[in-house]
T-cell receptor, first 110, second 112 residues
Framework: AQRVTQPEKLLSVFKGAPVELKCNYSYSGSPELFWYVQYSRQRLQLLLR??SRESIKGFTADLNKGETSFHLKKPFAQEEDSAMYYCALRTQAAGNKLTFGGGTRVLVKP | EADIYQTPRYLVIGTGKKITLECSQTMGHDKMYWYQQDPGMELHLIHY???????EKGDLSSESTVSRIRTEHFPLTLESARPSHTSQYLCASSRTGVSGYTFGSGTRLTVV
């Protein structure tokens, strides 16, 4: 069965410091990976997807198939980045449904 | 405005009551999903539907049931609520060929 693991429940960093959220997945085929974000009192929303190779709000994520990882990075964290972040996996084997990790809460301190 | 709507936003109800959580989307999406999420925990898929009259159980076993009589509507029903059903329920939708999901605001259910 496919699985997504986010080892850090909480990441606390100072404003301007780099932040990296770890995501590892278990799937032997070709997956689609996503990062979703939930700001306080807002809905869960898509942040970025690996196939787009884009940078959103300064965040980037690279799919490493060898390490089965999709870590999310930002070189200079801002206070508005404080939120809950979820890594998600989508595969044809699972009927194209999203499987989510446990989430990482990011707290950016001033 | 095209969106996905969940009602109620919050619900506190007594044990044994029947409840229905509403989810409607006006985006013309064919696929809809229900996730259950405890505070600070991962999201677990409990039901999904790929079209009208199509419903399937998700990865997490749930005593709830769903129906999909209309494309835009995907209600979730608990016949007899119990304290163990206390959780947040998130509805989402997507369109075939488009990988992202759109999530609703969620219903936070408390059974006392």
């Amino acid at each position: 069965a496919q699985r997504v693991t986010q080892p850090e429940k909480l990441l606390s960093v100072f404003k301007g410091a780099p932040v990296e959220l770890k995501c590892n997945y278990s799937y032997s085929g070709s997956p689609e990976l996503f990062w979703y974000v939930q700001y306080s009192r807002q809905r869960l929303q898509l942040l970025l997807r690996h196939i787009s190779r884009e940078s959103i709000k300064g965040f980037t994520a690279d799919l490493n198939k060898g390490e089965t990882s999709f870590h999310l990075k930002k070189p200079f964290a801002q206070e508005e980045d404080s939120a809950m972040y979820y890594c998600a996996l989508r595969t044809q084997a699972a009927g194209n449904k999203l499987t989510f990790g446990g989430g990482t809460r990011v707290l950016v301190k001033p | 405005e095209a969106d996905i709507y969940q009602t109620p936003r919050y619900l506190v109800i007594g044990t044994g009551k029947k409840i229905t959580l509403e989810c409607s989307q006006t985006m013309g999406h064919d696929k809809m999903y229900w996730y259950q999420q405890d505070p600070g925990m991962e999201l677990h898929l409990i039901h999904y539907s790929y079209g009208v009259n199509s419903t399937e159980k998700g990865d997490l076993s749930s005593e709830s049931t769903v129906s999909r009589i209309r494309t835009e509507h995907f209600p979730l029903t608990l016949e007899s609520a119990r304290p163990s059903h206390t959780s947040q329920y998130l509805c989402a939708s997507s369109r075939t060929g488009v990988s992202g999901y759109t999530f609703g605001s969620g219903t936070r259910l408390t059974v006392v």
